[in-house]
């Protein structure tokens, strides 16, 4: 195997001390904080917010290019909310099994998911629409009920898996 030793990094978790400069068979390994790993922003302190603030940046990135699908009135609500789910809540929610989340985290969440929603059906902050009821007329769940629904799928393939396996026997813990 070859380790590419620009690439590799050394990050400390939690609290403690600060790592010092590390070296590897005469290699220097970078010590950092946090770091972007396939496509999750990981932090040292352990919580999820950096990344879900970054996530919710790509998607308001997304939302906003495809803008000409929102406003196209030849498209359905249903046809509308599955391109949201598709192109949109996925990348909002990528990694989400491994997040930290915080109540304001959730809260956070579920005001970025309400605002998309009313911008596919073109509801304005100004018409005083209530959030139930912009629910109610686009079908779409809670993120918070995604996110239990994908946590519990990944706890029940670990729970199946061969009790030789490290992360079913961590489950045991």
């Known amino acids: 195997m070859h380790i590419s030793w620009p690439k590799t990094k050394v990050q400390n978790l939690g609290t403690g001390q600060p790592l010092s400069d590390v070296s590897v068979d005469a290699h220097h390994v970078e010590c950092v904080d946090n770091f972007t790993y396939l496509g999750r922003f990981q932090s040292s302190d352990g919580y999820s917010r950096p990344d879900i603030r970054r996530r919710i940046a790509l998607v308001a990135s997304v939302m906003s290019s495809l803008s000409n699908i929102w406003r196209d009135q030849r498209l359905s ?42 911008q596919i059906i073109r509801i304005r902050w100004q018409d005083h629409v209530r959030n139930d009821e912009v629910a109610a007329h686009t079908s779409l769940r809670p993120v918070m009920e995604s996110i239990r629904r994908r946590r519990e799928a990944i706890f029940g393939h670990v729970a199946r898996m061969s009790p030789n396996i490290p992360a079913h026997q961590a489950l045991r813990l």
């Open 77 to 118: 609500l249903s046809t509308k909310t599955r391109i949201y789910q598709t192109l949109v809540v996925s990348v909002l929610l990528y990694a989400l099994e491994t997040w930290t989340l915080l109540a304001a985290d959730v809260k956070t969440l579920e005001a970025f998911h309400m605002k998309c929603q009313r």
